[in-house]
């Protein structure tokens, strides 16, 4: 080992000269000699420590840098959400509104198209009676001209026989028959021209109903494109906030059920379009797509309930992260204890805000926890923030998510001004950065 460190000695001779530290008392003089190992090692413990204090600083600078952009981003996505639950409520009442005049234009065409059709039967009925009339004058007049004929060959013969009394009788039958000749003729011109005036009303009024049903294809067509685009616009709504329930660890359809079992009556917006219950009911119909966007709308209204009730949103805005949920040595004794919450370092005074509804179940000191509100929402959740300079609730007071409930302090067991916020289901606490980070990409 001494020969070892012999030959490094003389490796490091040339860079790192043997130096001597000389130590001068009153009475006698002392040096210690600094071999190029001794050196070495110095030289070497001194940039280790500069690295890691620059890589120390740099990540702290990083971290500090990364929390604001984040919260930035995070206020930018909330706004951008609420704009587009905007946009969307703005656009189903567009989309029903459309939907319900395109209803009732549908409903007058039906309307029209069925006295059209009424008009037809009539005006086919009353033909076939003409035509009834036309065959029995027709039948008529032959026998007329049948007597008209045996009339001239009487007169033909009273002529020949020179019979002037049966000649004047015969010239007067012959005037009569004559006269009904002409009504005959008369009556069937009249029936000729009211079969073709009913013709043209036929003729009219199915040239209306053909193109009234062209215009209930094009509203047809118009109608599904607005419903796709709508249960398109909804589903893109829903999925997200279905993964931000999932990445928290929640079940979406149980909180649904417990919001919709608190919330009997619905908004009258939300109600579904009578649809008659006579014939067969087509699922690909207007009303049944319009009951299903607004079932759809429903369950948004529901998500959106169940996510005011939840702690999703954060406690504080300008604040740093200063000590994560879990395992740690506790800073007072130095013993190793389970955090149970998130520390959240800032100026004194800063406004804390609730992270969703709920009711003040204590708002007052507490032991290590000092200045502590404790609030209690569904589902079993309850939040608590604890070590505050002052408390803006009271017991019993029901509070909506961002209402301030105090300012930020060092009460209690405390080393410095900061934030306690815990997150507890059943009294059990959980990581509060599971629902904040699950939040993120939604608000």
């Given at each position: 080992m001494g020969a070892w460190i012999d030959q490094l000695n003389a490796a490091l001779e040339r860079y790192l000269p043997e130096k001597r530290l000389f130590l001068r008392s009153e009475t006698n003089t002392r040096f210690v000699r600094l071999r190029p190992v001794s050196q070495g090692v110095i030289?070497?413990?001194?940039?280790?420590?500069?690295?890691?204090?620059?890589?120390?600083?740099?990540?702290?600078?990083?971290?500090?840098?990364?929390?604001?952009?984040?919260?930035?981003?995070?206020?930018?996505?909330?706004?951008?959400?609420?704009?587009r639950l905007n946009d969307m409520a703005d656009q189903r009442d567009r989309a029903l509104a459309e939907a319900q005049a395109a209803h009732t234009r549908f409903g007058e065409a039906m309307d029209r198209v069925a006295h059209m059709q009424t008009a037809i039967m009539e005006g086919e009925q009353r033909n076939a009676e003409l035509t009834r009339g036309i065959d029995a004058l027709q039948t008529t007049l032959s026998g007329t001209l049948d007597e008209r004929d045996e009339a001239i060959s009487r007169v033909a013969e009273l002529e020949a026989l020179d019979a002037n009394a049966q000649l004047a009788e015969a010239t007067q039958n012959l005037g009569e028959v004559e006269q009904t000749l002409d009504f005959v003729l008369a009556a069937l011109n009249r029936t000729a021209d009211e079969r073709e005036t009913i013709r043209t009303v036929a003729d009219d009024a199915t040239r209306e109903a053909q193109h009234l049903a062209l215009e209930y294809r094009l509203i047809q067509d118009r109608n599904t494109r607005i419903f796709t685009q709508l249960e398109d616009a909804i589903e893109g709504a829903i999925e997200p906030l279905d993964r931000m329930?999932?990445?928290?660890?929640?079940?979406?359809?149980?909180?649904?059920?417990?919001?919709?079992?608190?919330?009997?009556?619905?908004?009258?917006?939300?109600?579904?379009?009578?649809?008659?219950?006579?014939?067969?009911?087509?699922p690909n119909s207007d009303?049944?797509?319009?009951?299903?966007?607004?079932?759809?709308?429903?369950?948004?209204?529901?998500?959106?309930?169940?996510?005011?009730?939840?702690?999703?949103?954060?406690?504080?805005?300008?604040?740093?992260?200063?000590?994560?949920?879990?395992?740690?040595?506790?800073?007072?004794?130095?013993?190793?204890?389970?955090?149970?919450?998130?520390?959240?370092?800032?100026?004194?005074?800063?406004?804390?805000?609730?992270?969703?509804?709920?009711?003040?179940?204590?708002?007052?000191?507490?032991?290590?926890?000092?200045?502590?509100?404790?609030?209690?929402?569904?589902?079993?959740?309850?939040?608590?923030?604890a070590h505050m300079s002052s408390i803006a609730v009271t017991t019993g007071q029901r509070v909506s998510r961002g209402d301030r409930v105090g300012g930020m302090g060092s009460t209690g067991r405390s080393t410095g001004v900061h934030l306690h916020y815990e997150i507890r289901v059943g009294g059990d606490p959980i990581n509060p950065m599971t629902y904040i980070r699950a939040a993120q990409n939604v608000f």
């Open positions: 030289l070497t413990g001194t940039v280790s420590y500069m690295a890691w204090s620059l890589v120390a600083s740099s990540i702290m600078f990083f971290e500090v840098v990364g929390s604001n952009d984040l919260r930035e981003n995070t206020r930018r996505e909330q706004s951008y959400f609420e704009t329930f999932s990445a928290a660890g929640l079940s979406s359809d149980s909180l649904l059920r417990q919001v919709r079992a608190g919330y009997q009556t619905r908004s009258a917006s939300l109600m579904p379009i009578s649809i008659s219950t006579t014939g067969t009911l087509d009303e049944v797509r319009a009951n299903s966007v607004l079932a759809a709308l429903e369950e948004i209204d529901l998500y959106r309930i169940a996510l005011e009730r939840t702690p999703f949103a954060r406690p504080v805005g300008s604040a740093r992260l200063t000590s994560a949920f879990g395992y740690r040595r506790d800073p007072i004794t130095g013993g190793r204890r389970l955090h149970a919450g998130q520390d959240w370092g800032g100026s004194r005074g800063t406004p804390i805000h609730a992270t969703a509804d709920g009711v003040v179940t204590f708002a007052g000191r507490q032991s290590g926890y000092g200045n502590i509100v404790i609030i209690q929402h569904d589902f079993g959740f309850e939040t608590r923030y």
